[in-house]
């Protein structure tokens, strides 16, 4: 493996390895295409246009920084979100909300909301007779409690901000006066606002379905023998870890916009989501609807980070009283409703052991994982969606020999827990970390040289949870990473600094994040609804125009220009002809959407399989022209050419037309147009992305402040579709990360009250806060997929927290004080310096 220099990062030439290799390979951005495209044998240009001039050859698309499509639409004030979005005699919506955490509602008055001027109507669940949002494991009742979300709540109340009725009004001031006019009586009941209270003997119920509040308990897994290992280990070290409650805070809040065309005979849904198909079946579900009947679009979205990949009750509700009204219907979240009503994230507990030999090796690990899921179980993932998670992946990165994992899900009375980027990840690779940052002081070791001797350097490597780890670069990148420190200088000016009296550290994180979970990984969960595949259809129009339609849906990750990037590749055209469709269930008979990384490893899979089988249609009608085998024939720059007689070749334009406008000179067989579709599905245990992050912080000893003075990541994504848009996802996940580290926070008071309603209580950084970011890439191809690409989405936030801890951690070495909550709070930091 070699790094990249200056020079380099300036535009010059660097080999790559082969397949299952890694190399750091830089381009103009700092990073570059691995020597082979990936984009098939030949190379893009224009399509209906010949390629370059004999002997030269066009640059691969894939591996290269072109510029975003999107960027000049949304740059220039042209993007349309969901409440740019209206349609005449639009009406808008807005919710009266629980104002009691838990109990009874004994009356509900909306007489007076009805007779505010400028509303229009109002709602309740009785009003509206909505079915149940319910999602399932198939699970005995034991590891599983099924549980359902109403669409409006019915007598009984689970959180602050819980929707009791929906108000609509000619405008949104009349919604919000409606709002106040509403009268709601309680009988209230004590909360259950935390884990321990949860499970505590004795307590209330959230759900009569589930006992001790537990919705998911996954079945103890124990290495035979562990108790024995344990006790015949040299040294046992103990993590007792706590993170705390987030919100995802994409700059879009949720909205919806739904009315009904008479037309289509359908409702028609506008919504910012990341799962528009999921979001089809449920409204059609909850509606008594066919999904046929029902058309969810997607405009422009303004981030998810996970939130948007469940689906709310709020846009059921809307397009319930759209077609209780026959008008459209717009609703439009507030930033008070989607920190305290919204779906929340993170918090969670964990107790961890593990058992260290003499020489430093990890001989088994012991975990007992709570988390605190809030009121409901989100569809459809449900209340499972983090303690599977980080109960089938703890080990991380590391080789564990012996296992015993107990996780669970827990009701509270708290706004509902969803997917949040990452999805536990942050918090297990932070425990992990911890429990090597321990054991290194415990032995008398160098904390990074223990992680060197535990990781997993063979691949493909099964791990003792029963997963399969593809090759990837886990020593090279921790190499890496401190080495930059090291050649920097920062250990010694960490050392200058506490004979100075100054508290300087440094910390580590070492992790992977699988990605492009398929069917397989997902069924292991016992999903009732098991996502995985994707489907994309490429289809060339007469003039030789490519459209690519995809199952995926962006919220920010630059989808219109990485698929167009291999779709243009796979094919040989320029990116300025292909255009991506997405978020319009219409157009793809079933889709995922985009979470958990998978876009580019499932939906560019399916992407390039669908433009080779269009490739191969192309290559098929020139054949026949010529009377050869289509196999004697390629793609080359916009045209196909005979293999032989390099010269012969016919412009996609004039094959598209023969294909649209001349179906009589066909082939036998052959049916009119240009169009592929594909499938793609991953029937193995997912491909894993890695990095090491290393973080310098200081700690100012009156405050208890602490200031990250450098950043260095060191990322494996395998192959960069777009290495600009990776180090755009790595800044922003690392900025999210050092967020849940330091700053953000929701907590509740005994009442079940949310502490923050607005950016005055939530402490969100800004760019002062953020350092400097320096982004090294390693490349090892993942073997399994049809682009060689990894996940990229969530490893920036995954590393953050457990590097940033470790940071300030090391910063108190010499107070034997050790934090291991986040965030690191300036009051937390100031009581370890000063003895509290």
Same mark, same amino acid.
């Given at each position: 493996m070699t790094a990249s220099t200056p020079e380099e990062r300036r535009g010059g030439e660097h080999t790559g390895a082969g397949r299952g290799g890694h190399a750091c390979r830089p381009d103009a951005t700092g990073r570059g295409t691995d020597g082979r495209g990936h984009g098939g044998t030949h190379r893009p240009s224009a399509a209906g246009h010949p390629g370059p001039p004999p002997g030269e050859e066009r640059a691969p698309l894939i591996g290269r920084s072109v510029p975003r499509k999107e960027d000049p639409r949304l740059l220039t004030g042209r993007g349309r979100f969901v409440d740019d979005l209206t349609e005449p005699g639009v009406l808008y919506a807005q919710f009266v909300r629980s104002t009691v955490a838990h109990g009874e509602v004994t009356a509900l008055d909306l007489d007076a909301v009805r007779a505010v001027p400028g509303v229009v109507a109002a709602f309740d669940a009785a009003d509206l007779g909505l079915g149940d949002i319910t999602a399932r494991l198939d699970r005995p009742p034991e590891e599983f409690a099924e549980t359902s979300m109403p669409v409006l709540a019915r007598r009984r109340v689970r959180y602050v901000g819980e929707p009791l009725a929906i108000v609509v009004a000619r405008d949104a001031y009349a919604a919000e006066d409606g709002l106040e006019a509403a009268r709601v009586g309680y009988d209230a009941w004590r909360p259950v606002v935390s884990e321990a209270a949860a499970l505590a003997d004795g307590a209330p119920l959230v759900h009569d379905a589930a006992p001790r509040n537990t919705l998911v308990d996954v079945a103890p897994f124990a290495t035979e023998g562990i108790d024995e290992i344990f006790a015949a280990a040299h040294r046992v070290v103990r993590v007792e870890a706590r993170t705390g409650r987030q919100n995802a805070l994409p700059l879009e809040t949720r909205g919806a916009l739904a009315h009904w065309d008479d037309r289509a005979e359908q409702l028609v849904l506008r919504t910012c989501t990341q799962v528009p198909h999921q979001v089809r079946t449920v409204a059609a579900g909850c509606l008594g609807l066919d999904e046929r009947a029902v058309r969810?679009?997607?405009?422009?979205?303004?981030?998810?980070?996970?939130?948007?990949?469940?689906?709310?009750?709020?846009?059921?509700?809307? &397009?319930? &009283?759209?077609? #209780?009204?026959?008008? %459209?219907?717009?609703w439009t979240e507030d930033r008070k409703d989607a920190l305290t009503a919204s779906f929340l994230a993170r918090e969670q507990r964990y107790d961890v052991r593990a &058992?260290?030999?003499a020489d430093g090796r990890i001989l088994g690990l012991d975990a007992d994982i709570v988390c605190d899921m809030g009121a409901y179980s989100c569809y459809p993932f449900t209340a499972g969606i983090e303690p599977l998670m980080a109960a089938a992946e703890l080990p991380g990165v590391y080789r564990v020999p012996a296992y015993r994992v107990r996780g669970r899900a827990v009701a509270t009375n708290k706004a509902p827990s969803a997917p949040y980027r990452g999805v536990s990840r942050p918090q297990y690779v932070m425990v992990m970390e911890r429990l090597f940052e321990r054991a290194a002081r415990e032995l008398d070791a160098d904390a990074v040289e223990l992680r060197r001797r535990n990781l997993i350097t063979d691949f493909p490597y099964t791990g003792v949870n029963n997963i399969t780890y593809d090759p990837g670069s886990y020593r090279e990148s921790l190499d890496l990473c401190e080495r930059t420190l090291r050649a920097e200088g920062w250990y010694e000016r960490r050392d200058a600094a506490a004979a100075e009296g100054r508290w300087l550290g440094i910390g580590y994180a070492c992790f992977n994040e699988r990605t492009g979970y398929g069917s397989t990984a997902f069924a292991r969960r016992k999903m009732e609804l098991v996502p995985g595949y994707d489907l994309a259809e490429v289809r060339m129009d007469p003039g030789g125009a490519v459209s690519v339609t995809t199952g995926t849906m962006s919220h920010g990750q630059s989808h219109e220009t990485t698929l167009a990037q291999i779709a243009a590749d796979t094919l040989g055209v320029g990116l300025a002809r292909v255009k991506l469709h997405q978020g319009d269930t219409d157009r793809v008979p079933y889709g995922w959407g985009t979470f958990a990384s998978r876009s580019v490893t499932i939906g560019g899979s399916a992407v390039r399989l669908a433009a080779e089988r269009l490739g191969e249609k192309l290559r098929r009608l020139a054949a026949a022209r010529w009377d050869v085998p289509w196999e004697e024939t390629e793609l080359h720059h916009g045209t196909v050419r005979l293999r032989a007689a390099p010269d012969t070749a016919l412009p996609y334009a004039e094959l598209a037309a023969l294909a649209h406008f001349r179906a009589d000179l066909l082939p036998a067989g052959t049916a009119p147009g240009l169009t592929a579709t594909a499938s793609f599905d991953v029937h193995h245990d997912g491909t894993f992305s890695n990095a090491t992050h290393g973080v310098v912080a200081e700690i100012d000893e009156g405050t208890g402040?602490?200031?990250?003075? #450098? *950043?260095?990541?060191?990322?494996?994504?395998?192959?960069?579709?777009? %290495? #600009?848009?990776?180090?755009?996802?790595?800044?922003?996940?690392?900025?999210?990360?050092?967020?849940?580290?330091?700053?953000?926070?929701?907590? *509740?008071?005994?009442?079940?009250? %949310?502490?923050?309603?607005?950016?005055?209580? *939530?402490?969100?950084?800004? &760019?002062?806060?953020?350092?400097d970011i320096t982004l090294l890439h390693l490349e090892t191809p993942c073997p399994t997929n049809a682009t060689g690409a990894k996940g990229v989405g969530e490893g920036g936030t995954i590393g953050a927290p457990a590097a940033v801890l470790n940071a300030v951690n090391d910063a108190l070495r010499a107070t034997g004080t050790e934090l291991d909550t986040l965030p690191v709070t300036p009051r937390a930091v100031h009581r370890a310096l000063h003895g509290g």
């Open positions: 969810v679009l997607v405009p422009d979205m303004g981030g998810g980070f996970g939130l948007k990949c469940v689906v709310g009750r709020e846009e059921i509700a809307t &397009a319930a &009283a759209a077609l #209780r009204l026959g008008r %459209p219907v717009k &058992a260290f030999g402040g602490v200031t990250l003075l #450098r *950043y260095v990541c060191v990322e494996d994504c395998g192959v960069a579709i777009n %290495p #600009r848009v990776v180090e755009g996802q790595c800044r922003g996940g690392i900025a999210q990360g050092i967020a849940g580290a330091l700053f953000e926070r929701i907590t *509740y008071d005994e009442r079940g009250e %949310p502490s923050a309603t607005g950016f005055g209580d *939530y402490k969100v950084p800004t &760019a002062r806060e953020i350092p």
